[in-house]
């Protein structure tokens, strides 16, 4: 899908190289749509020379035939049908773009883990039959071409096969991303849109909003009208057509990467659940690895304690038997003292018993 500004571009140059060999439409300076002529309505005086046919009248089998795809061979635009008018879906800008591309993808990682629905966008139109008392036949009716619809593979009447160019059903959810160019655009989106999606029975209806001013999230009520889809106090927005879809306000701002969400537990459901579960196994892997190492140091630090306490153990016993050593050389040590003591003291007292008896002798000697 290419911006508004390069299509503008690329548009007026195809447009001034075909107006010599091409027909051109009336009043528009484009080429006429590929076919036949036909006789149809021409376009009022104001034209969008980037949808020259915008708000022509046209039936809506000829609306199948000639205008549902690829109507120009120069101009790149999608006429979506609207109760015998052509109505041109708006090109997006960047920002429109991106929100855009991040929540196709977020709708495709869901379907992916849940394969419930499946999911048709941009080009694909389907039927809104609509009561309509304003209208002879009391119905109104109109070919809508989503930026993506949800088909469930519930709905009653299936999708699929290489040949189908539109879908005869209604679809479950409608995704649109707000066209904002003119008030007429805004409008479209946020109040027709709606109110048509709503008679037709389409179940929930998100309209995408970069700027957040027109972002609203719609769920069909018991009466047959939207109510606005609240968040939670945690900002989430929930899905009942697609259960276990849920999103976040702010990521719409954010637009994360999905290998980003995948690791958050509000998306790790449905987008890429085997990065989460591998992360956590490699997480728990490295945990254990992480636990096995310190039970590992603790072991060798147990070790290290014990074998220094065995050491100081047998420092103390050495340092006892030390003790026990000196105490029996001290007390060998007084034994040797005491006796030699003794041995003095026998000495001694023998000498002065000695010296006694030759005084005594002397004196008797004297006498």
Same mark, same amino acid.
Not at 215 to 243: C, H, K, N, T, W
Not at 261 to 279: C, M, R
Not at 293 to 313: G, H, I, K, L, S
């Given at each position: 899908m290419e911006s508004r500004e390069a299509l503008r571009d690329r548009s007026q140059t195809q447009t001034s190289q075909t107006q010599i060999n091409s027909s051109r439409a009336a009043g528009t300076g484009v080429s006429e749509p590929a076919g036949p002529p036909a006789q149809v309505e021409s376009p009022g005086p104001s034209v969008n020379p980037f949808a020259p046919d915008d708000g022509r009248c046209v039936s809506k089998e000829e609306y199948w035939a000639r205008w549902y795809e690829n109507p120009y061979p120069d101009i790149d635009v999608s006429y979506e049908w609207n109760n015998g008018r052509l109505e041109a879906k708006p090109l997006p800008n960047e920002p429109q773009l991106d929100l855009y591309n991040w929540f196709l993808d977020l709708l495709r990682r869901y379907l992916s883990t849940y394969p419930i629905a499946k999911l048709i966008n941009l080009e694909t139109g389907f039927v809104l039959k609509m009561e309509d008392s304003a209208e002879p036949s009391g119905q109104r009716e109109a070919v809508r071409k989503p930026d993506i619809g949800v088909i469930l593979n519930s709905n009653p009447v299936p999708w699929g096969g290489v040949d189908r160019r539109h879908f005869d059903g209604v679809c479950d959810m409608v995704v649109e991303a707000v066209s904002d160019s003119t008030?007429? @655009?805004?409008?479209?989106?946020?109040?027709?849109?709606?109110?048509?999606?709503?008679?037709?029975?389409?179940?929930?209806?998100?309209?995408?909003?970069?700027?957040?001013?027109?972002?609203?999230?719609?769920?069909?009520?018991?009466?047959?009208?939207?109510?606005?889809?609240?968040?939670?106090?945690?900002?989430?927005?929930?899905?009942?057509?697609?259960?276990?879809?849920?999103?976040?306000?702010?990521?719409?701002?954010?637009?994360?990467?999905?290998?980003?969400?995948?690791?958050?537990?509000?998306?790790?459901?449905?987008?890429?659940?085997?990065?989460?579960?591998?992360?956590?196994?490699?997480?728990?892997?490295?945990?254990?690895?992480?636990?096995?190492?310190?039970?590992?140091? @603790?072991?060798?630090?147990?070790?290290?304690?014990?074998?220094?306490?065995?050491?100081?153990?047998a420092a103390a016993r050495q340092a006892e038997a030390q003790r026990a050593d000196a105490a029996e050389q001290r007390a060998q040590e007084e034994a040797a003292a005491r006796q030699a003591e003794a041995a003095a003291r026998r000495e001694a007292e023998k000498r002065l018993r000695e010296m006694k008896a030759e005084l005594a002798r002397q004196r008797r000697q004297s006498s």
């Open positions: 008030p007429a @655009e805004v409008r479209r989106d946020t109040e027709e849109k709606r109110r048509d999606y709503a008679l037709a029975g389409v179940k929930e209806y998100y309209i995408l909003d970069p700027g957040g001013e027109h972002m609203r999230f719609y769920r069909l009520a018991a009466g047959g009208q939207y109510e606005e889809i609240q968040p939670d106090a945690g900002g989430v927005i929930a899905s009942e057509v697609l259960p276990g879809l849920r999103f976040r306000l702010e990521e719409l701002k954010r637009q994360r990467e999905m290998e980003t969400l995948a690791l958050d537990d509000l998306y790790s459901g449905y987008v890429i659940p085997a990065l989460k579960i591998s992360v956590t196994q490699a997480e728990e892997e490295a945990a254990a690895r992480q636990a096995e190492a310190a039970a590992r140091q @603790e072991a060798e630090q147990r070790a290290d304690a014990a074998e220094q306490r065995a050491e100081a153990e």
